[in-house]
């Protein structure tokens, strides 16, 4: 058994041995054993050090617990999470997924901290070059520096509900950030809104492939 497979099942065997304490500390949408959680974080970054997870709920239905496994949008690590999720135990009150999904129907506004970001702020193109699929995300006051800006953030939220993370990773060529121009229509830019359908209407005629973020 390689190193890798080890670090799996050690992961696994942890969480059944401690689901039940999880779930029993949940309180609302939150789960209140952050020791618990430290846990699983620092056992997945022994098995990948891009692997993240984070848990969701449909309320309306009351369906199980479902605990997200993801690579932080790094295409290298998607394995990673592939092979992971092919290791996962059956466990009672807990579902386990890899990578988010749409979200139909589609947020429009995501509070990130102490932010509120809505969809209309954002307007996008998408050009196919040589067989590749380039995403600009135009935004008024564009950041400098991407990770210390919390509408980056809403932005990738929003692109996971719109196309879903999977497909982020592997139809996106490069992700670029523009500021946004006074006229975006004069620009041959569309809100954000409406990349789904664009995106659906090309990706089937690229190659998957990664994602660079600049």
């Known amino acids: 058994m390689n190193q890798t497979r080890k670090k799996i099942n050690v992961f696994w065997e942890q969480l059944e041995d401690t689901i039940e304490q999880l779930l029993r500390s949940r309180n609302d949408d939150r789960f209140e054993a952050e020791p618990l959680l430290k846990q699983y974080r620092d056992q997945l970054r022994k098995i990948d050090g891009n692997l993240t997870f984070h848990f969701e709920r449909d309320e309306e239905t009351e369906g199980p617990v479902e605990m997200i496994f993801g690579c932080d ?13 092919g290791a996962a135990p059956e466990l009672t009150g807990i579902r386990f997924k890899a ?9 429009q506004v995501v509070n990130i901290g102490e932010e ?22 135009y935004m008024t006051d564009s950041p400098k520096v991407l990770d210390m800006e919390p509408r980056v953030e809403a932005v990738m939220i929003f692109l996971d509900a719109l196309i ?8 996106i060529w490069t992700l670029d950030w523009f500021e946004l121009p006074v006229s975006p229509e004069d620009h041959g830019l569309i809100p954000l809104g409406n990349l789904r359908d664009l995106f659906d209407g090309q990706k089937d005629v690229i190659k998957p492939i990664g994602i660079t973020v600049h």
């Open 116 to 137: 509120l970001a809505e969809m209309g702020d954002f307007w996008c193109a998408l050009r196919e070059v040589k067989g590749r699929l380039h995403l600009e995300i």
């Open 73 to 85: 949008g790094f295409p290298e690590s998607i394995h990673s999470v592939l092979s992971l999720i």
């Open 164 to 171: 879903g993370e999977y497909e982020l990773m592997t139809r």
């Open 99 to 107: 990578f988010n999904d749409r979200y139909d129907p589609v947020p």
